[in-house]
């Protein structure tokens, strides 16, 4: 668990900081326009680095922080599903989509596996007492 919080947070952090310095580069890669302005996808950058933060915090003790495990959980759930609304109307493209893959995807299964393992924990911990 920790070591799957300390590469999110690493993780958040680097694109985090690369959005906010490289607004254009990804839209580049992907052959898009860039965002107009270019302020809105460093806020974003700015935020998801923020989420590194508090992945640094949770990888110390993801028991005691499971909440920022759980909010960051839901960021990752939501992004995507507000992704799929916007490109089964045409307002984005679906190559956008490989953004989700590495931001969102693949941290389902190890951020559910964490809050998992909380619960189970609680549920001991509740029929000892």
Do not use: S
């Amino acid at each position: 668990m920790k070591l799957t919080l300390f590469l999110a947070a690493l993780y958040n952090l680097v694109w985090g900081i690369f959005a906010v310095f490289f607004p254009n580069a990804l839209f580049q890669w992907l052959g898009l326009p860039p965002p107009e302005p270019p302020w809105v996808w460093q806020c974003l950058g700015m935020v998801i680095g923020v989420y590194g933060v508090g992945y640094a915090i949770a990888a110390r003790d993801p028991f005691r922080h499971w909440a920022i495990v759980f909010v960051g959980l839901l960021g990752k759930l939501f992004g995507p599903l507000g992704f799929l609304f916007y490109a089964l109307r045409g307002q984005i493209p679906w190559r956008f989509g490989i953004n989700l893959v590495l931001n969102d995807l693949i941290w389902w299964i190890p951020f559910g596996w964490i809050l998992w393992k909380v619960t189970r924990r609680e549920r001991l911990i509740k029929k000892e007492t």
